[in-house]
Nanobody, 121 residues
Framework: QVQLVESGGGLVQPGGSLRLSCAAS????????MGWYRQAPGKERELVAD???????NYADSVKGRVTISRDNAKNTVYLQMNSLEPQDTSVYYCTANVRSDIGIATKTYWGQGTQVTVSS
């Protein structure tokens, strides 16, 4: 089993910054893609950004230029640096990781419990 634990959410004023972290632990042989999704009340969950294990990144158009995703493979941790935050960034942010627990075992997608980000004055 694999656990993802997020941290770093909170309340921030418009224009402010936050850094989210997500650490994976448990039965891990290899992690391919790690990423962040978000879900606002009444809306569908959407991709914010993801990063594969060699470092290639992908961003939603709504956050390009304001958000940077990175990862530390030695620590099985992914980060999301968010700058110039706007009220519409208010959501629960979820970490995700595609994990292979051992050789010969299929990759499985795991999700964190979510962390609230609120952008408000």
């Amino acid at each position: 089993q694999v656990q993802l634990v997020e941290s770093g959410g909170g309340l921030v004023q418009p224009g402010g910054s936050l850094r989210l972290s997500c650490a994976a632990s448990g039965s891990i042989f290899r992690i391919s893609t790690m990423g962040w999704y978000r879900q606002a009340p009444g809306k569908e969950r959407e991709l914010v950004a993801d990063i594969i294990n060699i470092g290639s990144t992908n961003y939603a158009d709504s956050v390009k230029g304001r958000v940077t995703i990175s990862r530390d493979n030695a620590k099985n941790t992914v980060y999301l640096q968010m700058n110039s935050l706007e009220p519409q960034d208010t959501s629960v942010y979820y970490c995700t990781a595609n994990v292979r627990s051992d050789i010969g075992i299929a990759t499985k997608t795991y999700w964190g419990q979510g962390t609230q980000v609120t952008v408000s004055s």
